[in-house]
């Protein structure tokens, strides 16, 4: 999309996070917007690049858009789609304001020394897990030996969570079949093609639930707390504007906080911006929602710990993801959120 790439081509396989969960389209109609606050006359224009297309996952930032949250601030925002990795390389270099990236993105872009720092964690848990039918047995990750697991690729967040689980539960991958099976999850589970599949957890369960299937999802965040999705920026909108920075992190963060708040209005603003869903399939938009909001609800919302940091940069280097030494203090910073 983007003629700015990160260079993985020293490593296998490749890991280009092209999204941050796999979900549907939204639904038409909904509550009117309630009226925004009062903004500035003059608005500052900023872009925010987020992996995928138009998603009920991006309700905070329509909440914050409609809500008047950026305008308050006196910002306009504007969202663009398309591949993750290439908006953290643009972000890096000053191309693009702000990005919404995961840990590991941070992580390898550091390595290959693109300057892009994390400054406001979203999900408080990584969002991929392992979903097989209940009658399958998988209860826990040794249950799987001998079992087929099927992952979309060997790249991507499904591909580092599904590494993240063998490394953190100690598990002999040589005893596991793993097919690649493309973006089929739901329906390779369901029709029992694999045994099981790496999914996010948003999406593929709350599709079969729906269905009436009784299934097992073994959450990745449940074995290893890696670095999920969060708002990055170049270090040099960080060291020239502070102040922007300052203001783009609060609305966002406010905009997090009032969709686990208000999910019923979040809902209905996300309708109002994604209107190519039916009434049908609304039931399980919603669920999809519900769902992520459990993955950003925090104790201590958009602040990072060091130790996740450390975990994440660790469990890479050990299963040969990350060839590179990183500081992990060069990766992150709480000070936009610690000054709220």
């Given at each position: 999309m983007f003629n700015v790439q990160i260079?993985?081509?020293?490593r296998k396989p490749q890991l280009f996070i092209i999204s941050l969960l796999l979900l549907g389209l939204l639904v038409a109609c909904g509550a009117p917007a309630a009226e925004a606050p009062s903004a500035p006359d003059s608005l500052q224009k900023v872009r925010l690049g987020v992996g995928y297309i138009p998603d009920v996952q991006f309700a905070p930032l329509y909440v914050a858009q409609q809500k008047g949250f950026y305008a308050e601030e006196g910002l306009e925002v504007e969202i663009e789609y398309g591949f993750e990795n290439d908006f953290v390389a643009l972000a890096a270099q000053g191309k693009r304001e702000f990005a919404v990236a995961s840990g590991d993105q941070v992580i390898l872009a550091r390595s290959q020394g693109l300057p892009i720092t994390y400054i406001m964690k979203w999900y408080e848990r990584y969002p991929v897990a392992l979903m097989s039918v209940a009658e399958q047995g998988i209860n826990q990750p040794a249950d799987l030996t001998g079992k087929t697991v099927g992952l979309p690729g060997l790249y991507g967040a499904s591909f580092i969570g599904w590494k993240a689980l063998v490394y953190a539960a100690g598990l002999d991958e040589s005893a596991i079949t793993v097919e690649e099976i493309g973006f089929t999850q739901a329906a390779a589970v369901q029709q029992k093609q694999v045994d099981a599949a790496v999914v996010y957890i948003a999406n593929e369960p709350n599709q079969l639930r729906s269905q009436g299937l009784d299934i097992n999802v073994i959450q990745v965040s449940d074995y290893i707390n890696l670095v999920s999705n969060g708002l990055v920026t170049g270090e040099t909108l960080l060291t020239d504007n502070p102040e922007l920075v300052q203001r783009?992190?609060?609305?966002?963060?406010?905009?997090?906080?009032?969709?686990?708040?208000?999910?019923?209005?979040?809902?209905?603003?996300?309708?109002?911006?994604?209107?190519?869903?039916?009434?049908?399939?609304?039931?399980?938009?919603?669920?999809?929602?519900?769902?992520?909001?459990?993955?950003?609800?925090?104790?201590?919302?958009?602040?990072?710990?060091?130790?996740?940091?450390?975990?994440?940069?660790?469990?890479?280097?050990?299963?040969?993801?990350?060839?590179?030494?990183?500081?992990?203090?060069?990766?992150?910073?709480?000070?936009?959120?610690?000054?709220?």
């Open positions: 260079d993985y081509s020293n783009m992190t609060r609305a966002t963060l406010r905009g997090i906080t009032y969709t686990i708040d208000h999910p019923d209005e979040a809902f209905a603003i996300a309708r109002e911006i994604i209107p190519e869903i039916t009434d049908e399939t609304a039931p399980t938009q919603r669920q999809v929602l519900d769902s992520s909001i459990e993955l950003f609800e925090s104790d201590a919302p958009g602040l990072s710990r060091q130790e996740d940091w450390q975990a994440s940069v660790e469990f890479m280097q050990q299963t040969g993801l990350l060839e590179q030494t990183v500081e992990v203090e060069q990766l992150f910073t709480n000070r936009f959120v610690e000054q709220k």
